[in-house]
Every structure is written in C-alpha cells, then in structure tokens.
C-alpha cells in the first residue's frame, strides 16, 4: 500500500506514457525480449485526454478509460508540469491530475509490485526522441490515510456482485446479490421462471435452448421500477450467443415472445445472423436495438468468452448513453423527433409511444443461448 505523488510535463501531444505502480516483469515476454505488465496510471497528452485513466499493461487492456469520467479530462494542461497523485491502499487504485479526481478501479490481482515510468513505443518518426520530464517523485508507505474521492465519480469494481463503501455513499444498489433470484422474476408471472434460468458460482445465467425468444425459462425483470439511471452489468456470451438488457419495460403490452422495451443488444456480431439484420449494423452489440448502431473499436469489444462490461445511462433529461468496456458508443434523447423518427421506421412502430414510459422495469432476455450475468449494479438519477 502507497501513496505516490510526482510533478509530469510531455514534450509534444505525440507522446504517451504512464506510471506503473505493483507491476511485474516477465523475462521471457515479447519473444525474449522481456515484458513489463501490472496497472498504469495513463499519461495522454492527445487530444483523446486520458491522463489519469488505468490501464493494464500487457494484460487487461483498459480498466478505466477516462469516458467513464469525462468530467475529469481537462485536468491535465499541456506544455507544463502536472500534479499527479496515485493512491493503492488494499484492493482501490484512485488517481487524482492537479487535484481533480480522475479514475477508481477496484481489483484483487496484484497486491504488491514495482513502481515504474514508461518510455512507451513510438507509431510514426515524428514521435521520435519526444521527452517526457519527471519531478519531485516521492512516495509514502506508513501511516496512510485515504484521501476523499469527489462525489458521483463511476467505479470501476471488478471484485464480482460487490459494492464499495464509496458506491453505497454514492447511491449505487446491487440488482443481483450473486446467490439468489431476489428482486426478480418472471416477465410473464409474479414468480422466478422454475427453468431456463440458474444463478451458480456469483453467475445469473440464461440456459441454451432452442435460440427462440423467450421459449425456455423466459424474459426475467426488476421486482421495481426505474427512471432515470446509471446501470452497469457484466455480461459473457457463449459462440454465436443472443439475448440483451431492457429498460423502460411496462410489460403493458402483453407479447408471447419478448417483452417490449428500449434494448441494449448482447450479441456475438461474427456469428450471429441478426448482426447483418436491421438497417446499417443496429442489431449489433451493444446497439439501440433496431433503433441506432452502436460506433465500436475492435480492441475495446472483448472476446467470446471473455467478460464485457455494458453500462446505460438515462439522465433525468431524457438523454440516453450506451458504453460497452468504458467506451461511450451511442448516445440518444429518448422521445426526441429524431428517436420517433427512427422508431417509426422499425419493428417498434405498433407500439403506441414506444420506449417513452416514465419508468418501467429492467429486463434480461432469454433468446435460447447461453449467457451469463454478474455484478449488476444501479443508480437512480434525480
């Protein structure tokens, strides 16, 4: 456990770097040539402005890209020298850019390692020899005291179905507790589906069946209600794996198949028949279902089988955002004329006032594959 605080300054908006902190090397790594893995404090001068978002080196990739907290962007200033505070007391890793609080990861790998500052690799020759100017680096081990992070800042908790102190402060509830059915049940009965569904290992998990919606243990919803909110969700797809997470579900609508409600699409893209479905890719992962494509990078969309990270928010303004992985991919006003425009051209037009309810449940589809779900957890926005 540390505390370490250092002034940095980049040369050129062309550079990155980062500081390594409980970070390992592998010998053997890079075909020989050794490798540096373990978390980083990003440093990015660019006009993508993460300074201060985690990364995992050589490993996870990115654990909090500075999307999840855009507010905390402009803290770094170019062409001169940055405060930048890094706090890793047991299982937290926060950063703070010139005071401003920046990223929270919550993670059980690595409990000790070294402290490093990069030389990252270059792109292009114009990168070349660009310096990255390092000061006044101290750090202290005894008698650490967590400093007060800002209120309303996204943690980023990979510890399964767990809530931080900080979180229950800041508003957030578990919707699945990683044991038991409490708080849902069926879309179709008052009850919990008795198949198609089972909740094992910290997993609450759709059962394959015939790839049919809701044709095995069915849709399941939130015991309650929901308007605006911050909701975040694990999700892992098997091989050619369909099913999603609804909101603003009424269930007033009475369908045999799968309730109807704005969908966040889960969806394994490469396999999929749906992905090449709709009108220009808004049945893919992640996407507004039917409604609107979600805008993906490849590298932040993990594989099969890997967990993925889905986050929606619906602002007490009606202003809707997609994330998948701490990437913003879609944004939306619901009841807008642009989102009536695009519901009066899909398979949502039957439905009087589409997507437009003042609340409704939170829904898990069953569409027959295997699909598991972890550490949801919600916010409601006032």
């Given amino acids: 456990d540390f505390i370490l605080e250092l002034d940095v300054k ?25 490798k540096v893995y373990g978390k980083q404090c990003e440093i990015d001068p660019s006009d993508r402005k993460w300074t201060g978002g985690i990364y995992d080196e050589g490993r996870r990739d990115w654990l909090y890209p500075l999307e999840l907290h855009a507010q905390a962007k402009d803290a770094w200033k170019n062409g001169q020298f940055n405060h930048i505070k890094v ?23 690595d409990a000790q390692g070294f402290i490093g500052l990069q030389v990252h690799a270059i792109d292009n020759e114009a990168q070349a020899g660009k310096k990255i100017f390092f000061k006044n680096i101290r750090i202290k081990t005894t008698g650490l005291q967590p400093q007060a992070f800002a209120k309303g800042v996204y943690v980023a908790n990979l510890q399964s179905n767990s809530l931080t102190p900080y ?18 049940h069926s879309a179709s009965s008052s009850t919990f589906p008795t198949k198609g569904w089972k ?28 308007g ?4 975040s969700f694990e999700f892992r797809m098997s091989k050619g794996a369909n099913s999603g997470v609804k909101y603003f579900v009424t269930l007033d609508e009475k369908t045999k198949g799968s309730a109807i409600g704005l969908e966040y699409q889960v969806l394994d893209d490469a396999v999929h028949p749906d992905a090449k479905l709709g009108r220009d890719g808004d049945r893919t992962l992640a996407s507004l279902y039917d409604l609107i494509t979600a805008k993906k990078q490849p590298r932040f ?17 009606n202003h809707v955002e997609h994330y998948l992985n701490g990437i913003k991919v879609l944004e939306y006003e619901r009841g807008s004329k642009e989102f009536r425009d695009l519901v009066a051209i899909s398979k ?26 972890r550490s949801l957890k919600i916010k409601e926005l006032k």
């Fill in 87 to 109: 706090e890793c007391i047991g299982n937290s890793m926060k950063t703070w850019i010139n005071g401003v609080a920046a990223a929270y990861v919550v993670d059980t790998l």
């Fill in 10 to 34: 980049t040369e050129s908006t062309l550079t990155n770097s980062g500081i390594q902190v409980r970070s390992h090397y592998d010998p053997v790594g890079h075909e020989g040539k050794g």
């Fill in 199 to 226: 909740i094992e290992g910290g997993k609450l998990s759709v059962i394959g069946a015939t790839g049919g919606e809701a044709t095995n243990g069915g849709d399941i919803v939130t015991d309650k209600l929901y």
């Fill in 301 to 317: 969309v993990h594989p099969i089988g890997d967990w993925n990270t889905g986050r929606i928010i619906v602002y007490p303004n």
């Fill in 348 to 373: 949502y037009k039957i439905w009087k006032d589409f997507g437009e309810a003042k609340e409704g449940h939170i829904l898990l589809q069953d569409h027959g594959f295997d699909v598991d779900f």
């Fill in 167 to 184: 979180e229950k402060g800041d508003g957030w509830k578990l919707l699945f507790d990683g044991k038991s059915n409490a708080g849902w």
């Fill in 228 to 231: 605006a909110f911050d909701l």
